[in-house]
């Protein structure tokens, strides 16, 4: 049963224009959601967080939205650049629980 | 730089031939994880340490062993590496204190023929 779910593998975007990837998640218990981001041969770096308790972070180019009524998290680059080109792993937790449940990724593509 | 390093990045094992997988951090961080992550999947949490405290999850296969002798070295044994085993192995560290901003490192890539 996937609790962290990205629907989108993958996602084409003009560089300069804005990049939404969108993470839905079915269990409400979860508190705190992260995004990652990934470059082939590397592993996956932390890029942004947000807390249950609020709707937005915002980190430079990076913003994460929350729903919590709709169980859903969407990350937006705003401009996209060439170096954004990399897949993006949303990230679940509760309480203290050291356990993130992941998203298969989504793979984000920026076009010159 | 403080990092996460894995060692080897890429290793090719025989089906049912014992390998070991390394992890080293320089971070001084006191909880290690262990992931396994399959082509186009989520990365699946084997088991993890809080310093030398073990923690194990419950879906994991017993083929899997880990080993932290230190703060800084955490290995993944598997006793009997089957097909299904082949994947990326990501090891990861965090502090107790901010355990969901995890630290990863490269990943080691095992080939089982």
């Known amino acids: 049963d996937q609790q962290v779910k990205q629907n989108s593998p993958s996602l084409s975007v003009q560089e300069g224009r804005i990049s939404i990837l969108n993470c839905d998640y079915t269990n409400s218990m979860f508190d705190y959601f992260l995004w990652y981001k990934k470059y082939p041969a590397e592993g996956p770096t932390f890029l942004i967080s947000?807390?249950?308790i609020k709707d937005k972070n915002e980190d430079g180019r990076f913003t994460v939205f929350l729903n919590k009524s709709a169980k859903h998290l969407s990350l937006h680059i705003v401009p996209s650049q060439p170096g954004d080109s990399a897949v993006y792993f949303c990230?679940?937790?509760?309480?203290?629980?050291?356990?993130?449940?992941w998203g298969a990724g989504t793979k984000l593509i920026i076009k010159p | 730089d403080a990092m996460v390093i894995q060692n080897p990045r890429y290793q090719v094992t025989q089906f049912g031939k014992p390998v070991t997988l390394s992890c080293s951090q320089t971070l001084n961080h006191n909880v290690m994880y262990w992931y396994q992550q399959k082509s186009s999947q989520a990365p699946k949490l084997l088991f993890h340490?809080?310093?030398?405290?073990?923690?194990n999850e419950a879906d994991t296969p017993d083929n899997f062993q880990s080993r932290r002798p230190n703060t800084s070295f955490c290995f993944l044994d598997i006793r009997s590496p089957g097909l299904g085993d082949a994947a990326m192995y990501l090891c990861a560290t965090s502090r107790a204190s901010v355990y969901n901003e995890q630290f990863f490192g490269p990943g080691t890539r095992l080939t089982v023929l």
């Open positions: 947000i807390s249950s």
């Open positions: 340490y809080y310093d030398k405290d073990f923690n």
């Open positions: 990230a679940a937790s509760m309480g203290s629980n050291y356990q993130l449940i």
